[in-house]
C-alpha cells in the first residue's frame, strides 16, 4: 500500500468503466490503483503491456522490435511522444501534434477526430508508428482541409503496422494521409480505406515524399476530382 497522502509521480485520470472507484494512474511504471475508504491506496493491475511493434502475436520479423506500452487514459486527445497503448475511445478534440517519436497501439480501440481536426500531425524529423493489438482499431471522423487523418512535414516519418484509417474527409487533397516533400511513409500492415477527397487523393496525397508500401489495404476510398486511391505530385 502506498500512504494516503499521493506521492508526486501519482497524477489523477478519469477511469474506464471497467473500475467503479476513484483510481489514479502511477506515471512511473504505469500501474493502474484505486483507494478504499481509508484512503490508502492499493493495486489494481498492471496496465504495462508488451508486444512486437507490428502488434501480431508470434511475430517472427527480426526487424520488428519489441515495445513496453504504457497505458494511455485520456479520452480527448492523444498522447504526443513515447509508447502508448489505448485504453478506451477516444474523442479527439484537436490534433496531436508530436513533440518527439510516438509509437501508439490502438488496442482494438476507436479515435474519433471532431471539430474540423485530423488526428496526428508528424514533422521536424519525428517518427510516428501506428499499430494495433486488436482488430478493430481505427481512426475515424477527420475534417482537416488537406490530410485528414495524417499529415507529414518537415522531415517527418510515419509507419503503418497495424490499425485502419477510415471515413476522414479533406475538403481538399488526402482524406487519409498526407505527406509532404521530403517525408517518408511505410506501410507494412493495416488499411486505408473508405476516406474521401473534395479534390485528389481520397487515400492519400504525396507530394515529393518516400513511400514503400508492403503489406495492408488501400482501397474503397474516393476522391472528387482525381486519384481516389493516391495521388502522387511534383
Not at 499521493?6 to 504505469?30: H, M, Q, Y
Not at 475515424?140 to 490530410?147: E, F, I, P, R, V
Not at 499529415?151 to 487519409?176: E, H, Q, V
Request: glycine share 12%.
Amino acid at each position: 500500500q502506498w500512504d494516503a497522502v499521493t506521492p508526486d509521480f501519482l497524477s489523477a485520470a478519469t477511469a474506464p468503466a471497467k473500475w467503479s472507484s476513484a483510481w489514479v494512474i502511477c506515471e512511473r511504471n504505469g500501474m493502474a490503483v484505486d483507494y478504499n475508504e481509508t484512503e490508502k491506496f492499493h493495486f489494481v493491475e498492471n496496465l504495462i503491456h508488451e508486444h512486437c511493434i507490428c502488434g501480431v502475436t508470434g511475430c517472427a520479423d527480426a526487424s520488428h522490435e519489441k515495445v513496453t506500452f504504457q497505458a494511455w487514459v485520456d479520452d480527448t486527445k492523444l498522447p504526443t511522444e513515447g509508447a502508448y497503448y489505448l485504453t478506451e475511445d477516444v474523442n479527439l478534440n484537436g490534433a496531436a501534434e508530436l513533440s518527439k517519436d510516438l509509437k501508439l497501439c490502438l488496442n482494438g480501440c476507436t479515435v474519433t477526430a471532431t471539430n474540423g481536426a485530423r488526428h496526428v500531425m508528424v514533422g521536424y524529423g519525428y517518427t510516428f508508428s501506428l499499430t494495433d493489438c486488436g482488430t478493430t482499431g481505427k481512426l475515424t471522423g477527420g475534417t482537416a482541409a488537406w490530410g485528414a487523418s495524417i499529415s507529414l512535414d518537415y522531415k517527418g516519418t510515419f509507419n503503418m503496422y497495424g490499425g485502419t484509417i477510415r471515413g476522414n474527409t479533406a475538403k481538399t487533397s488526402a482524406g487519409g494521409v498526407y505527406a509532404s516533400t521530403n517525408t517518408t511513409f511505410n506501410m507494412t500492415g493495416g488499411a486505408i480505406v473508405a476516406n474521401t477527397s473534395e479534390a485528389a487523393g481520397g487515400g492519400m496525397y504525396v507530394l515529393r515524399a518516400k513511400v514503400t508500401i508492403t503489406g495492408g489495404q488501400l482501397n474503397s476510398n474516393i476522391a472528387k476530382s482525381s486519384g481516389a486511391q493516391m495521388v502522387v505530385g511534383g
